[in-house]
């Protein structure tokens, strides 16, 4: 069924398949490939260039060559891999000569962005350059008095830098670039997720729609102090799985293994001695199969965890409420924890419920 709009596509791929071979503006005449935008669709970083250059043109990629790489080195910078983040442009296809896209341009184009936005729904955007500040902040203020700040905009944080190959010209401009993004990361690790209950029973609840929103292959990193809940949110984990029958605390048994629509591996770290121990209740390949993984006290052994887990550490703030911090550490558990906080917020949990 065809789309009527970019507001009809449901996805990023429909939305692809409707701008098709595209020319809504002149510049879909003189580009050699329309470059769409690449990256992780869950991303929690996007980045917003201007326009495709020569070497995106040709590869239909954006940020490829001088200024794709010193971007890249920026990510690596602030612990970043490309693939971790999503980078789209303004406009989508190289207006000729690599001159600056007209408005009319940025106009016919501007929809695709928007909806690319909302697809992707990223926490932080950072606006690379004049061009995408001004169409993502509505404002004309010169980009070097934007730098260094933090807008709100939608609900979203967005933090105006440079344009890469802007350093690439001014060398100068190379250690602005890199404050900017080691602000950038500032703002990615204060925009943790938080989840607020209240009793033994409320975190149960939370840990029902965690159960719900986990796939197989999930890892949940669990730490808190004795009595902060951490079984409470594992057994409504299992209800949200599918387990059958009680799920007792793995305390004596360090790992329990409960059958269920998904299986649901139960750790408890607490009595073991030294990291070589894991290896005897085969951590590690059971992190790597087919169930989803809760692990009591995973904070005893923070180097063994895998690199893509969801952290989550319980706080108990007074006698009838715990916060949860959430910390996602790679895409497939930054997809969990956005799932688990949306669940959560629409059901309308709220803190000592
Ligand atoms: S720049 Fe945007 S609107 Fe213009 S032809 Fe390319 S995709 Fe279409």
């Known amino acids: 069924m065809a789309v009527a709009g970019p507001a009809g596509c449901a996805d990023l791929e429909e939305l692809r398949d409707h701008i098709g071979d595209c020319h809504r503006c002149p510049l879909g005449s003189t580009c050699t490939r329309l470059v769409f ?5 869950h991303a929690r970083l996007m980045l917003i260039g201007e326009a495709p250059g020569k070497n995106e043109d040709l590869a239909g990629e954006p940020f490829v060559g001088a200024a794709g790489k010193l971007l890249d ?11 971790e983040v999503f980078i789209a442009n303004m406009v989508k296809c190289r207006p000729p000569g690599n001159r ?10 501007a929809p695709f962005l928007s909806r690319q936005i909302e697809f992707i729904d ?9 061009f995408a500040s001004h169409f993502v902040l509505r404002t004309t203020e010169s980009i070097t008095s934007l730098r260094g700040k933090v807008f709100e905009v939608d609900g979203r944080r967005v933090a105006p830098v440079f344009h890469p190959a802007a350093a690439l010209y001014d060398t100068s401009k190379r250690s602005v670039l890199e404050d900017d993004f080691r602000l950038l990361r500032e703002v990615i690790d204060r925009d943790e997720e938080t989840i607020t209950t209240g009793d033994a029973l409320a975190t149960h609840r939370a840990g029902v729609l965690l159960g719900r929103a986990a796939h197989p292959g999930d890892v949940i990193a669990l730490s808190g102090g004795l009595g902060a809940g951490k079984t409470a949110l594992v057994q409504g984990m299992a209800e949200g799985l599918g387990v059958v029958g009680h ?3 793995p305390t004596f048994n360090i790992l ?11 750790f408890d770290l607490y009595r073991l001695e030294r990291p070589e121990e894991l290896v005897d209740i085969d951590f590690y390949e059971t992190l790597e199969s087919d ?7 995973a904070d005893r052994f923070p180097t063994e965890l895998p690199a893509d887990r969801l952290d989550v550490v319980i706080d108990v703030a007074d006698e009838s409420r715990r916060v949860l911090r959430l910390k996602a550490t790679g895409p497939r558990s930054r997809r969990l924890a956005r799932g688990w906080a949306d669940a ?9 419920s």
């Open 37 to 41: 935008g690449s990256g992780d669709p």
């Open 73 to 83: 080195e920026l990510l690596a910078g602030i612990g970043l891999r490309r693939s």
């Open 100 to 109: 600056d896209p007209e408005l009319s341009e940025i106009e016919t184009c």
């Open 122 to 130: 990223p926490a932080v955007i950072a606006t690379l350059g004049r």
């Open 247 to 249: 799920v007792p605390s």
């Open 256 to 266: 329990l293994v409960h059958p269920g629509d998904t299986r649901l591996y139960h």
């Open 291 to 297: 169930g989803v993984s809760a692990i009591e006290w």
């Open 344 to 352: 959560w917020r629409a059901a309308g949990a709220v803190t000592g």
